[in-house]
């Protein structure tokens, strides 16, 4: 795994929710990082996400 995903915020009819700069707004997500390194392949890393 090289990053984590980005979470992106949008709104209720799916458009992305922008800054004062115009990028798109983002949000801190908790990870079971336990649950993550117990991940033996890359599907496995695809399906916690």
Do not use: I, Y
Request: proline content about 4%; glycine content about 6%; charged content about 35%.
């Amino acid at each position: 795994m090289e990053s984590f995903p980005v979470n992106l915020l949008e709104d209720s009819e799916g458009n992305p929710l922008l800054d004062s700069d115009g990028r798109q707004k983002t949000f801190a997500k908790l990870v079971d990082t336990k649950r993550l390194l117990g991940c033996k392949t890359q599907e496995d890393v695809d399906a916690f996400f």
